[in-house]
């Protein structure tokens, strides 16, 4: 089992940028692909990117692809999402979630959850 811990979030400018970090619990977290989520309120949750288990494989939806990257650090069990050049429509609550072995775009395919963390963008 997996607990899941985000921070890092806050209010930042448009072109701005964060890094938020998303810490494990458990001893077997290098086994699961990792994804972080966001959603606004009254909107689906929607897929940001996720990392392989190992780090050697990302996935980033369209509307974040260059601007952010995912990456990991298995020895201090934490995933980490570097967010650039950030823009309004980016504000929402961020999620990470792990599941094993492979990631999905499909939150439901998510066994465990994080609290999420706010990030809003102002003009």
């Known amino acids: 089992q997996v607990q899941l811990v985000e921070s890092g979030g806050g209010l930042v400018q448009a072109g701005g940028s964060l890094r938020l970090s998303c810490a494990a619990s458990?001893?077997?977290?290098?086994?699961?692909?990792m994804g972080w989520f966001r959603q606004v309120p009254g909107n689906e949750r929607e897929f940001v990117c996720a990392i392989s288990g190992t780090g050697d494989m990302t996935d980033y939806a369209d509307s974040v692809e260059g601007r952010f990257t995912i990456s990991r650090d298995n020895a201090k069990k934490t995933v980490y999402l570097e967010m650039n050049s950030l823009r309004p429509e980016d504000t929402a609550v961020y999620s990470c979630?792990?599941?094993?072995?492979?990631?999905?775009?499909?939150?439901?395919?998510?066994?465990?959850w994080g609290q999420g963390t706010q990030v809003t963008v102002s003009s």
């Open positions: 458990g001893r077997t977290f290098s086994i699961y692909s």
């Open positions: 979630a792990a599941r094993p072995v492979s990631w999905s775009v499909n939150p439901g395919m998510y066994y465990f």
